[in-house]
């Protein structure tokens, strides 16, 4: 796979404490071509192709369509995704796929920049319900996995219960093994648990990979969460016997993609149907795994697939770049209120307060798609190394740990980041932002649910805050709180900062910095030392706070968990934010230009500055930053967003959103038109 | 018309810098009912009239229809609105109305609890459309007014054009008088001047009030911003010759509005249009007004459509508590993960993290509604001393430029607590919040444009900080940024606190305080002074900024205002943060009951303190608070979010959500239901 970025860690060059020089306000056009191929990371083929196939009017997000006509229209979309041959790459080339991981993920990330239905199903089939036939199945269930990578076996990830969301343990859809059919029989003894949300249900899957607690004869408890694929519908699309199917019907957003409910009423599946990489069933009834403990046992399966979540991630941030492509570019045509009669109205990227909306926002967007960008990297690089996940040595246990926390980590940062982005522009649009035509209403509507699905964002953040509160071990996360308070913090300590891929030039930056120098607000070093003073000093309080929970009872150290939950959350922003700012660090240690490394330092400036600004209370009360500092910092990041005003439409270029989705009503030069046209 | 506070001013009673203590963990539903009083307000009767009309399942919103469906449903629930008599307090007792304005105002904020499309269709039909026409016009549009009052003449409010929005002096649709024929001939001269987004246009609308600039034949220059009526539709639906209507199609929400456009092209109208309250044209077509300056003109008449502004910022207030009622009652409802197996789950409202997003934004509404039942009445009472708004008293005019700067920055407050608190809802709820049958996504789709529509939030919140920059006479507004810098900052210094309609109550507090105290979190006084001392030095430090701006040219001078915009918006939101603060006292003084007063302190510290934290960074910069202050703020606001916690569906309830609005999918126990029912 293509790599265009210098592993060889060229370090950021220091600065002085001077602000940085104003750009001139004539952008170059040259500088996003550049910006761009930084952006678009490690597997820059697949942006291109992608971006080529996804400029059709067909492949943008449609409004005002009845239900049943937005699903038809998606699922016909999949075959164009299909057609890219995009898909094979999230499978094993035994299995029909290509094994080109990076590229893939990295594929179904573009689909964010058009139809967020069309992403949502892609990433249900081949993500989801692929995903899981195709990681916790094994040889005989590889015909499935050939049918649903060529579309011709839809399928649900039926995971989620109405009673139970995050807390996949405690779902309660029951499979019983019955030695005399050698059948599983799968039901859902209560309301609760009712299959709920899944994608796929209402309309088009004929299969269903079902997430239920495990029981054989042998033992009376269960086994825990296993999955089973069941057959759901008949070909002709009728439920099979056994199986309710509802539906959710209208929902806020991703009208493409039919939401539904499965119940089983003591439906039998033939013993095979259990996906068996990590345990089975002999016909007998004799249950067996190569992982002992079902916490881990549970968790290794839920491990592979933690690429949904990097998806929804990235798609996210696809779906805010086009929607910060579609604002900034407004900002540069429209005008309102002149200075005075007879003067050209201002254009609104001419007003300051409309630079602040928009520049501190395309800033994040750069670094989360920098850090994201490195996560699928690694992602690919680990799933490259032929990862046994029932075996894995203590390196590689490590390396997933870290992944999945960054996955937790950047999956709720993009996607708040989309939720408060794709806000802001539909406002600084005014009116015309508001009509469904100019599609920012629609990319609202359809990423809402993004900060929810794939794992809640409040609990995400609470995933990684507590990764990061040690080197736990990887049955830790399956732990109560309790326990992980109980447990955990012995070992506190240890690994804190987890790498992210950008080791070698943040070493070197460090190395550079001596502690006798002050800090400045613009200097690297300065920027990183910083942000991670900040992550560790919310981690080592957070580690105090929670340590006395140890030897309390149970109910009151529940109780000292949850007083703690806010710092845990802030924990998990702080680690955030620097790891972003590593992120950038990588990517400018691949730029040669050196305008583009102006340009890049000073939206790397509005990202740090922006961070300073939006927490300075905090560091004002730790007496890490004067008065003075954060009033100056408040300063510069106006300088900056002057600065880079002339420059935004360069820089959101440099996201190469497809043409078609900025061939936009609100993008009409109406000024010049004759009158009455 | 009914008052149930008493406007004697009983002070709020001090308190040590103790924190208050934590209330009983068994919430009174009593304490709930006399809540509601005290949130109802001025007009009870208005709200309790609305309430059991809005108890209709054919007046929530619906959601899934087909556009012509949803605007059909809309229509039709105009009728109901209209047997309630509600509207004709809009109207003079002369012109068919009742007068009744606070209660009107009062029902239309109702409407909000429930479905906004009828809310924005009636706000369109009654307050925008017949506000002008009964405002602007005189007794040759009685019959208008009394056809309009009754749906017999459905009506658009064009005022807005392509080009422009915020900036209505700009407009470019003209208005030729033509003496030989006695008409006007209404034009629009370039795609620019479309008159856009109108509401009742693309279907309903009959009549539209057409903004224009006016010329008669006895001067070359415009006379300025007038309003003609006109028809635009024959009554068979079909446009009328010299009219062309656009239709805006699907939104971003409020799909059951007809929102369109209408070109003029040489349309003739007759004399008789013109609504000629403050300016007419004689047969022969001489120009005559009462008010000399155009500009006083045009801000006479944008002056008495003040109250559109009014009703959007309480309808947004009033969806904000529906949906704050949802996610309450369903975090009292839902459980999620156990602290340890065979243990319950906990209820959502159990977490603290949960506490802190639902707490503090149910206390900003409590502020928000105690200070727009606050402008409302004040609207009311200035209405009742029948206003000749030609011809103000000084004493007049300054009311009634305080009531439009309030009416401005609440709009903005109102708009904004409405945008941020419904998509925490939504995503507080989870996937059951993304379902369209649990209406937040519908509530969040159609509430998305309140801070466009009536005035760009940010353009609102600037015109707040300008109307507090001094005691600028009411022409002020009308001039540009530069003029305004000029001729403005002289008169600085002078009445820079605003009357809210609390002032006896804020003034016995005040007078209680001894400057040798020192200040506490908790004590009511030290609150007020702080967020007193907050906006005073703000507003003192932008006139700073903006007064060398005075001696410079037009181009630099407007550089400076343009550099001070951020630094304008944050004194409007101290301006705003204050006047909440103070509507707090004013209603607690009405509170006789104990317990009922403690709950309410409690409301009001959570809104307090959320206001320190979240800009914990200005008060540390400026010392005048110290970082154990701002920590002791934070653990204070967790604290109080505990004690409050079992209260917060007493809390929820107070807003008196019509039921109907929360008889809803996500509200059901589904725990105790019987397996596959």
């Given amino acids: 796979m293509a790599q265009n970025l210098d592993q060889s860690a060229r370090t950021p060059r220091r600065r002085s404490s001077d602000a940085p020089q104003k750009l001139p306000t004539a952008p170059e056009v040259g500088v996003g071509k550049r910006l761009q191929e930084v952006l678009d990371g490690y597997f820059p083929d697949a942006r291109a192709e992608l971006r080529e196939v996804l400029d059709d009017p067909e492949l943008r997000p449609a409004y005002g369509l009845s239900m049943e006509d937005a699903r038809a229209r998606t699922t016909a979309s999949l075959e164009k995704v299909l057609a890219t041959g995009m898909p094979h790459g999230a499978f094993r080339v035994d299995q029909g796929g290509t094994g080109a991981t990076g590229a893939t993920l990295t594929g179904i990330e573009m689909l964010g920049h058009n139809d967020l239905s069309v992403m949502v199903k892609s990433g249900v089939q081949w993500g989801l319900f692929g995903g899981a036939v195709s990681n916790l199945g094994t040889k005989r269930h590889e015909q499935l996995v050939r049918d649903l990578i060529e579309l011709r076996a839809l399928g649900c990830f039926a995971m989620t219960e109405r009673g139970h969301g995050s807390d996949v ?39 269903a990979a079902v997430f239920c607690q495990l029981y054989t004869p042998d033992q009376e408890e269960s086994h825990g969460v296993h999955c089973i694929v069941a057959r759901i519908r008949n070909d002709d699309g009728s439920p099979v016997d056994g199986v309710r199917i509802g539906d959710h019907g209208v929902k806020g957003g991703l009208a493409g993609v039919d939401n539904g409910t499965l119940m089983f009423d003591h439906y039998r599946i033939p013993r095979e149907n259990l996906l068996n990489r990590f345990a089975d069933v002999s016909p007998e009834g004799a249950y067996t795994s190569d992982i002992e403990s079902p916490n881990a046992r549970f968790f290794t399966m839920l491990g592979a697939l933690v690429r949904g979540r990097v998806t929804v991630g990235a798609a996210a941030g696809a779906a805010t770049r086009t929607c910060l492509a579609i604002g900034t570019k407004y900002a540069h045509l429209r ?30 967007s750069y670094g989360l798609q920098f850090a994201t960008n490195l996560l699928i990297k690694r992602i690919h690089d680990l799933e490259a190394g032929n990862l046994d996940r029932a075996n894995l040595t203590p390196e590689q246990s490590l390396d997933l740990r870290e992944v999945e926390a960054h996955a937790a980590a950047l999956k709720a940062a993009n996607t708040a980041h989309a939720t408060d982005t794709i806000q802001e522009m539909r406002e600084a649009t005014g009116g015309a932002g508001y009509m469904a035509e100019n599609l920012l209403t629609v990319f609202k509507a359809d990423s809402d649910v993004f900060t929810t699905f794939e794992g809640d964002n409040v609990v995400m953040l609470q995933l990684a805050a507590k990764e990061l509160l040690g080197g736990f071990a990887r049955e830790m996360r399956s732990l109560s709180n309790l326990e992980m308070v109980r447990f955990g913090l012995d070992s506190f300590g240890g690994v804190l900062r987890r790498r992210t891929g950008a080791d070698a030039v943040i070493h070197n930056l460090l190395d550079t910095f001596t502690d006798a120098e002050e800090s400045t607000l613009f200097d690297p070093a300065s920027q990183m030392r910083l942000l991670i003073e900040r992550e560790d000093r919310l981690l080592k309080s957070l580690a105090r706070r929670l340590r006395p929970a140890r030897k309390m009872p149970v109910a009151e150290a529940a109780e000292v968990v949850d007083r703690a939950q806010d710092h845990m959350i802030a924990s ?19 730029v040669e230009d050196e305008r583009t490394q102006e340009v890049l330092e000073q939206v790397r400036d509005v990202y740090f500055l922006s961070v300073i600004c ?34 935004s439409e360069v820089l959101v270029d440099a996201f190469g959103v497809p043409e078609v989705m900025l061939d936009l009503k609100l993008m009409e030069r109406y000024d010049s038109m004759t009158p009455k046209a």
Same sequence: chains 1, 2.
């Avoid at 300075?616 to 002057?642: M, P, Y």
């Fill in 572 to 590: 998990a922003w702080a680690h955030i934010d620097r790891i972003i700012l590593e992120a950038f660090f990588e990517a400018e240690s691949a």
């Fill in 335 to 364: 005008r309102q209120f002149a200075a005075e009669e007879g003067q050209p109205e201002k254009q609104l990227i001419g007003y300051r307060q409309h630079r602040l909306r928009l520049i501190p926002r395309i800033a994040r």
């Fill in 169 to 207: 343990q405690s779902l309660e859809t029951t499979a019983h093994y019955d030695p005399d059919t050698q059948e599983f029989v799968l039901n859902s003894p209560t309301a609760s648990s009712e299959k709920w949300f899944l994608g796929n249900a209402a309309r088009d899957g004929r299969w």
């Fill in 614 to 647: 939006d927490n300075a209370g905090w560091f004002l009360e730790q007496s890490l930053l004067t008065g003075t500092r954060t009033k100056a910092a408040r300063a510069s990041l106006n300088d900056l967003v002057d600065s880079l005003g002339p420059w």
